[in-house]
């Protein structure tokens, strides 16, 4: 009995400080959604330190506590950024402009702000005051939001066409119901591949999702949304419908672009695991309903200057922007060393082309008829693209954290902790990076990445003893 008794004191005493912890982060939360700056670089690494600390006892304990207690947390936790002006990114100033530039039946692809505030032309309200807060470069440079997203920007706009801190609400709360659904399908594709559906807090709990998409508005989480919604289709062999849900998700967002040439194996190799040239139909119609769903999404905005000012803007991350980057910065320095100048032009044209090669690769060297197989393959195409990529901005990171839920891999989840030192550019009055700083992320990042390379049945970040030891096939 005092075995028993005991027994159930520490289990009370462990729900004890699950709640505690909770009630911490949502302080925390509150502190980095109302009172910090971005420039409040020492502020902010202690806040982002104690929050993955709470993150990580969290997770570990999910095991103690109903799942919906956790799923309830995870809501919360968003929804107290709910009324805050984003305090870590001026983006969403360009995301409203979009908005109503369309709702006053403008198409947002073929003009600038520049241009309308220089010639005094206020086209739509709060005008200055969006272009102030966006900022020149921004503001300079025509807009590379698809479709998709564009409609996000115009139920914002149709919603709150007069305020912006409505018009904030609005996109917070669609990126909101976009994480639920992300969870949703994501913890049922989980049980479909008879991994641990808990995973997905992986990525629900994660103060960097939680303050980097729902607190500063990025929309990968409406692209995440329908990905996942895609995957969980196609594991269910329902892929005609999953290719439509696909496109959405690359007119939210073009970085589900690099994957479409992994589905190769997964269609054109039947049950026995045998090659089937049959099946190359069914391959091309799934090429066929992706991109004529996005091109017809895309029509309602065509204009001979379309295809031009946004491949420009989309090319400019190539050819001008550069930030947080790994392998680049290495380029660079060795193009100052031997021609003395800045081989970015050149560099930003390379890196794809190494991207390709290496997705080459992956969608013929392995075994992508595996479902896991196939979402692994994905997290290291586009690991590859950011390692060797000229900008690399937090909320890109994104992508990868949902892909290693349904993997083996975990290093997106450690870069998720230490890519709170590419913050310390902003902590300057003139933006300017620390190389230490970055050198040190992707020396951890690597590091890890390599670990996991090497030791591939390692234990997860759950415990040994919060779930069950899982051999993930064709990993």
């Not at 956790?70 to 950024?81: E, H, K, N, Q, S």
């Not at 399908?185 to 997905?200: A, D, E, H, M």
């Not at 969980?232 to 419908?241: F, G």
Request: hydrophobic residues 50%; charged residues 15%; glycine residues 4%.
């Amino acid at each position: 009995m005092k075995h028993t008794s005991k027994i159930v004191n520490t289990l009370f005493s462990k729900k004890y400080s699950i709640l505690l912890v909770t009630l911490l982060s949502g302080v925390l939360y509150l502190l980095f959604a109302y009172m910090l700056q971005r420039t409040e670089f020492g502020t902010f690494l202690v806040l982002w330190a104690f929050l993955f600390g709470t993150y990580t006892f969290l997770y570990k304990n999910i095991h103690l506590m109903p799942i919906r207690y956790f799923i309830a947390i995870g809501v919360l936790f968003r929804l107290l950024f709910l009324v805050g002006i984003p305090n870590l990114s001026q983006d969403f100033y360009r995301f409203i402009w979009d908005g109503r530039m369309i709702l006053e039946e403008f198409n947002p692809y073929l003009s600038l702000p520049q241009t309308y505030i220089e010639n005094g032309n206020f086209p739509i309200n709060q005008a200055e005051e969006l272009y102030a807060g966006m900022g020149s470069m921004n503001g300079s440079h025509y807009t590379n939001y698809p479709p998709i997203n564009q409609l996000c920007f115009l139920i914002a706009a149709m919603l709150s066409k007069n305020s912006i801190l409505g018009s904030v609400i609005v996109m917070r709360s669609l990126i909101i119901l976009a994480d639920i659904g992300i969870f949703y399908f994501g913890y049922k594709l989980l049980k479909n591949i008879n991994s641990n559906p808990n995973y997905i807090f992986l990525y629900f709990l994660n103060p960097f999702i939680i303050i980097e998409l729902t607190g500063n508005l990025h929309f990968e989480s409406v692209m995440l949304f329908f990905f996942v919604w895609s995957m969980y289709l196609l594991q269910k062999r329902k892929w005609i419908l999953a290719g439509f849900i696909f496109s959405l998700s690359i007119t939210v967002k073009l970085i589900p672009l690099i994957f479409l040439p992994l589905f190769f194996k997964w269609f054109t190799f039947d049950q026995k695991k045998q090659f089937n040239f049959e099946n190359i139909k069914k391959l091309l119609l799934f090429y066929a309903i992706i991109i004529i769903s996005c091109i017809t999404l895309f029509l309602p905005f065509y204009s001979p200057s379309l295809i031009a000012n946004y491949s420009n803007s989309v090319g400019l991350w190539f050819r001008n922007f550069e930030f947080n980057a790994s392998f680049y910065y290495i380029f660079r320095e060795i193009g100052y060393l031997f021609r003395g100048y800045n081989e970015i032009a050149i560099i930003g044209k390379i890196s794809p082309v190494l991207t390709i090669i290496f997705l080459l690769i992956v969608t013929f060297f392995r075994k992508n008829y595996h479902i896991k197989t196939l979402i692994s393959s994905m997290l290291l195409a586009l690991s590859f693209y950011y390692f060797t990529t000229t900008t690399m901005h937090p909320w890109y990171l994104s992508t990868l954290i949902i892909l290693c839920v349904f993997t083996r891999f975990r290093y997106p989840i450690i870069w998720s902790f230490v890519m709170v030192l590419s913050y310390q550019a902003y902590a300057n009055t003139v933006w300017k990076e620390n190389l230490w700083f970055v050198v040190l992320e992707y020396l951890v990042v690597y590091s890890f990445l390599f670990y996991e390379l090497k030791k591939p049945t390692q234990k997860r970040l759950s415990g040994k003893n919060c779930y069950e030891k899982e051999k993930e096939s064709g990993l």
